[in-house]
């Protein structure tokens, strides 16, 4: 199965796919894939295509140069438009040497701009698209589907909520037929990693300027410590989980940031432990209720072997009870690797078509 990658911002995410394409160039055989990253859009570097493909090597190589376009004009065959303006994007994108839209770009959290329109012009352009951007996912997740549907595409989402660590996919594979009724979670690293440091006693600012140090949290860390981030994770799993159409002022937003230091430092005294949760219970009527906020949870709870800057998450089902998934919620190589996973489930099941159709 040959796959035309279009990789839609170039910043650690995508540098992180194209090392670990280079790693697992094995497995990529073994699942019948010949990969081809045929353009590279980048605010720095401009919009670079290629219908032969840039060779792994050289844009390992344009990487190691601190993103130099000169390995990659030196391939034959290769166009360079200077200024990645969205027209021009958007261009690329449809065009007909790309078959996957990797979109990884940095997103307006309010409008899931531009995100979502490089999201939705690969999906009526019958693209399919693989991206790890929260914003489109949770602003217009029934309209990007339809458009999927409506044009024989898949839009695939599998970084947009813990990294690495496989949630979305458990949803449709080792969890179908089981009713999911509820989920909490611990779905952002930064604001666990701070209730940590202040819990151990330093101040919450040092705790933040630490993060920051680590390259866990921003420059304006606000996403994270006053809890969007969380909300909009909420809404990709409320809305994937049970076909809802939630927005963004259905799921109560609180942050950590009205947590008194002294109440942090208190609670292990007890054996308790403040976290960041995100949450959504499906009611017997339909109804979906939401929300995030720091909650004390007691000791033994599932959600507390999450700490510093890894992820959680409880789905409350009716055949299993309660069941807890657990693994790291950032990190460019992490990140890579749920793009890497969504474009084998793709091969995966366009290999399964194909065999039906030779029946």
């Known amino acids: 199965m040959e796959l035309r990658l279009a990789l839609i911002g170039f910043g650690g995410v995508n540098q992180g796919l194209v090392q670990l394409l280079d790693t697992k ?128 595409a898949r839009l695939m989402f599998e970084g947009s909520v813990m990294s690495g660590t496989p949630v979305i996919r458990q949803l449709s594979t080792t969890l179908r037929g089981a009713e999911i009724r509820a989920f909490s979670g611990i779905l952002n690293g930064t604001s666990n990693f701070v209730l940590g440091k202040v819990a151990a006693g330093d101040t919450f600012e040092a705790a ?75 009611n017997e009527d339909g109804t979906i209720v939401a929300g995030v906020s720091p909650q004390l949870l007691p000791a033994g709870h599932p959600l507390l072997a999450a700490t510093g800057v890894t992820n959680a998450i409880t789905f409350d089902t009716d055949t299993l009870g309660s069941v807890t998934i657990s693994g790291p919620g950032a990190g460019r190589v992490e990140t890579a690797f749920a793009i890497f996973s969504d474009i084998l489930e793709l091969a995966s099941v366009h290999n399964g078509a194909a065999r039906e159709g030779t029946k």
């Open 208 to 282: 933040v300027k630490d993060a920051q140090a680590r390259g866990y949290a921003e420059a304006n860390p606000a996403a994270d410590i006053e809890g969007s981030d969380v909300q909009m994770k909420v809404l990709i799993l409320a809305n994937a989980l049970w076909g809802a159409d939630l927005r963004r002022s259905d799921v109560h937003c609180e942050g950590i940031t009205g947590l008194s230091e002294e109440a942090i430092r208190s609670a292990p005294d007890n054996g308790s432990s403040w976290r960041l949760i995100g949450r959504a219970q499906r």
């Open 25 to 152: 160039r094995e497995v990529l055989r073994a699942y019948g894939i010949d990969l081809k990253v045929t353009a590279v859009v980048d605010l720095r570097m401009g919009v670079l295509t290629n219908p032969g493909g840039f060779p792994l090597d050289v844009l390992l190589n344009c990487i190691e140069c601190g993103l130099e376009v000169k390995p990659l004009l030196n391939c034959a065959g290769t166009d360079i438009q200077p200024n990645a303006d969205l027209a021009t994007t958007l261009k690329v994108i449809a065009s007909d040497i790309v078959d996957v839209v990797v979109e990884a770009t940095f997103t307006d959290p309010n409008t899931g701009e531009p995100a979502l329109s490089h999201c939705r012009t690969a999906l009526e352009s019958g693209k399919h698209v693989i991206t790890t951007n929260k914003g489109p996912v949770a602003l217009a997740f029934k309209s990007l589907m339809a458009t999927a549907d409506a044009h024989g």
